[in-house]
């Protein structure tokens, strides 16, 4: 064990959190045949991308305030207030637009209805949008490359900023981690600046939020609410969260269930 190279060790260690939901140091450490110290090196590693949040005398991979969750988790999410936000969303696509998802759990919920609208253009840097459409008649699917990220299962960094920017698109469908007096937030750089290169190239941006992104953390500023053109809530939302965004001028829809 103590030989094991530090991907593969940090490997076993990701697939333990995730499918265990949490791990305990002292036990990876005798297990793996290295020090404290170096598990928790590996968990620094593997929180920076995504993959758990370190604890007290371990990691999990359990969402918090600041900590959102692998894929698998975010997409298992909200998922009644993801669907409401994707039927109020789905008007806006007009057949024979061109659309922009980001790599969010949210926006994909509108991916799954939007052959309804088709013909579209649908341009995408999150892996399980190009799973979804693949193949459907009447989407001309653009698949953004870059440096792909497991934890996030999307394509993000310079590369993908540098596809970005060659394309212009009528709207972007995005979500945030967190907002915070005003702000959208992330957790990853990487993140960030790719949003920023789709928020770019679309002439109009709307962002699909449910109401638990008012009270999470994230630490890498990415816009002011005020830079989408339209955002999209959930009913859920706590009517001071709604008086906010109103009072900063913010033209909100709110998505009712069904």
Excluded at 202 to 214: G, M, N, Q, S
Aim: charged share 20%; proline share 4%; net charge positive.
């Amino acid at each position: 064990m103590s030989g094991r190279k530090p991907r593969e060790r940090r490997d076993r260690i990701k697939g333990r959190v995730v499918d265990e939901g949490f791990v305990r140091i002292e036990q990876l450490a005798d297990e793996l045949g290295v020090t404290p110290m170096t598990i928790r090196r590996d968990l620094d590693h593997l929180q920076s991308r995504g993959w758990l949040r370190k604890v007290r005398g371990g990691a999990t991979a359990q969402p918090s305030t600041a900590f959102h969750g692998d894929v698998r988790h975010r997409t298992q999410a909200m998922t009644a207030e993801k669907n409401a936000l994707a039927r109020a969303a789905l008007p806006l696509v007009k057949s024979g637009q061109s659309v922009i998802i980001d790599d969010s759990t949210t926006a994909l919920a509108l991916t799954r209805l939007l052959t309804q609208q088709a013909p579209l253009t649908v341009i995408t840097n999150f892996v399980p949008v190009t799973q979804v459409l693949a193949g459907s008649p009447g989407i001309e699917l653009i698949s953004l490359g870059g440096t792909y990220y497991p934890a996030y299962d999307a394509f993000l960094g310079l590369r993908t900023v540098d596809a970005v920017t060659s394309l212009y698109a009528d709207t972007l469908f995005a979500s945030t981690t967190a907002i915070t007096r005003g702000q959208c937030y992330h957790q990853s750089q990487e993140t960030v600046a790719v949003k920023r290169a789709l928020m770019e190239a679309c002439a109009r941006k709307i962002l699909l939020v449910d109401h638990t992104k008012f009270r999470r953390r994230g630490l890498y500023q990415l816009a002011p609410v005020t830079a989408f053109d339209l955002v999209i809530v959930d009913s859920g939302i706590h009517p001071a969260d709604l008086d906010a965004l109103q009072a900063d001028g913010v033209d909100v829809l709110v998505a009712h269930p069904e």
